[in-house]
């Protein structure tokens, strides 16, 4: 059972810093904000979570695409740890879909992101690994990358009215949902 981390709320500093670069991923520090990163994403019902979030300002992220409530088309993976990850986009072709944020609940926005993304990081043993990441999961990616730069997703929306409720967000869903069946 995981032990109480609280997940850092935006306008927490750590949410605003630069993380730095893992130098040794055997050190049983990193070991520990891996595993709790983990037990988070395995509790909760998000998709993917960055160190920072959890007051490490260190360069690792876990990408863990599953079907939620919170995202109910997500395509179901194995959870990735990402140390010193970076990625270049494949094309320049970007895509809109809703995001959310462990660090900001309550609210939902379309933000633009690249649609196709080659990554390279090391994993936890220390090899080097370079995948090609698509759509959600590609998404999920950078929403995490950025939280390694800094950033949260709010800062990539293009219009305010972009940004919605999660209750609205929910209701949107379920009316699709609905014509789809219609
Ligand atoms: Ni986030």
Redesign the pocket.
Same mark, same amino acid.
């Given at each position: 059972m995981s032990k109480n981390i609280e997940i850092e709320q935006l306008g927490a500093a750590v949410l605003r810093m630069t993380a730095v670069p893992v130098e040794n991923v055997k050190s049983p520090k990193l070991g520990e904000v891996i595993e709790e990163m983990l037990d988070i994403l395995s509790d909760s019902k998000?998709v $993917?979570?960055?160190a920072p979030?959890i007051g490490h300002s260190i360069q690792v992220l876990a990408v863990a695409s599953k079907p939620t409530s919170r995202y109910p088309n997500a395509p179901l993976m194995e959870p990735i740890v990402m140390i010193n990850p970076v990625f270049q986009p494949l094309t320049q072709e970007q895509e809109r879909d809703w995001? $959310?944020?462990?660090?900001?609940p309550g609210i939902r926005a379309l933000i633009p992101r690249y649609r196709k993304i080659i990554v390279d990081y090391t994993d936890m043993t220390g090899t080097l690994v370079t995948l090609e990441l698509t759509g959600f999961v590609a998404r999920v990616f950078q929403?995490?990358y950025?939280?390694l730069q800094g950033m949260?997703?709010l800062d990539r929306v293009e219009n305010n009215r972009d940004i919605i409720s999660e209750t609205e967000f929910f209701k949107l869903l379920a009316l699709q949902k609905s014509l789809l069946h219609a």
């Open positions: 998000g $993917g979570l960055a979030q995001e $959310g944020c462990l660090s900001i929403h995490e950025d939280h949260v997703y």
